[in-house]
C-alpha cells in the first residue's frame, strides 16, 4: 500500500518562484490536511479539505492556495516563495471522524534562498 | 480554538530508565487525542489515541498514556526505553468544531535515549 505520497521529496527554490506541491492518498480517505513543520513549533495547519470541492484555512494560511483536484489528490501551491517558507512540508489524509487518525507522507523539504 | 502544550522540549535518558511525557490540552468540551512518533528522517506514525472509554490506552510498542479529564492531560508513558525510542514525540487534540474537525498539535518533544 503506497498510503500518501508526496512529490516532490526536496525541492530549492528562490525567491519570488511558485512551485506546486502533490499528495495523493490512496485510501479512499474524506480528508486531507497540509501541514508545515518547523523547529520547536511543532506541525501547523496550512490547509485542510473535508471533501472533495471543499477547502478551508488552517493557522498559516497566508502565501498558500490549495486545490482539491479530486477525492485522491490534495496540491499545495506557493505563489511566490519567500525565505519564511523554508519548512518542512505534510501531507496527509483521514477518515472523516474525531477519532480517525492521520496518514502522513513522507515531506517535502523545501528551501527558499 | 483549541491548543495542546508540551512542557518538555528535549528530554535525555538511560536505556531502561522509565519515561513520562508531558502532554496538557486546552478544551472544554469532548476530545479526541493522539499521540504521534516521528523517527528521524521519517514522516509522522500514530503511537495511541483515545476517544471514549478506559482513559489508559496502550499504544504500539509498549506505549500507554493516561487521559486525565480533569486535569486536561494526556501524558505519555512507557516503563522502560529503548534506544531505538529515540525520536520526536508529537501530542495532538482534535475538537469538533461547527463540522470542521481539525488536527492540532503540540510542539513536540525530542527524545534521546543514550545506550
Known amino acids: 500500500n503506497a498510503g500518501v505520497t508526496q512529490t516532490p521529496k526536496f525541492q530549492v527554490l528562490k525567491t519570488g518562484q511558485s512551485m506546486t506541491l502533490q499528495c495523493a492518498q490512496d485510501?479512499?480517505?474524506?480528508?486531507m490536511y497540509w501541514y508545515r513543520q518547523d523547529p520547536g513549533m511543532g506541525l501547523r495547519l496550512i490547509y485542510y479539505?473535508?471533501?472533495?470541492?471543499?477547502?478551508d484555512k488552517g493557522e498559516v494560511p497566508n502565501g498558500y492556495n490549495v486545490s482539491r483536484l479530486n477525492k485522491r489528490e490534495f496540491s499545495l501551491r506557493l505563489e511566490s516563495a519567500a525565505p519564511s517558507q523554508t519548512s518542512v512540508y505534510f501531507c496527509?489524509?483521514?477518515?472523516?471522524?474525531?477519532?480517525?487518525?492521520?496518514?502522513f507522507g513522507n515531506g517535502t523539504r523545501l528551501t527558499v534562498t | 480554538a483549541q491548543s495542546v502544550s508540551q512542557h518538555n522540549h528535549h528530554v535525555i535518558l538511560s536505556e531502561a530508565a522509565s519515561l513520562e511525557l508531558g502532554c496538557n490540552y486546552s478544551?472544554?468540551?469532548?476530545?479526541?487525542l493522539f499521540w504521534y512518533v516521528q523517527y528521524p528522517g521519517q514522516h509522522l506514525q500514530l503511537l495511541l489515541k483515545?476517544?471514549?472509554?478506559?482513559?489508559l490506552v496502550k499504544g504500539i510498542k509498549g506505549f500507554e498514556a493516561e487521559f486525565i479529564k480533569s486535569k486536561f492531560s494526556f501524558n505519555l508513558r512507557k516503563p522502560s526505553v529503548q534506544w531505538s525510542d529515540t525520536a520526536e514525540y508529537f501530542c495532538?487534540?482534535?475538537?469538533?468544531?461547527?463540522?470542521?474537525?481539525?488536527?492540532?498539535f503540540g510542539t513536540g518533544t525530542r527524545l534521546t535515549i543514550i545506550p
Open positions: 496527509a489524509s483521514s477518515e472523516v471522524g474525531l477519532n480517525s487518525p492521520l496518514h
Open positions: 478544551y472544554g468540551g469532548t476530545v479526541n
Open positions: 485510501m479512499n480517505h474524506n480528508s
Open positions: 483515545y476517544f471514549s472509554g478506559d482513559p
Open positions: 479539505s473535508a471533501s472533495e470541492g471543499t477547502t
Open positions: 495532538a487534540v482534535r475538537v469538533s468544531n461547527f463540522g470542521n474537525e481539525k488536527l492540532t
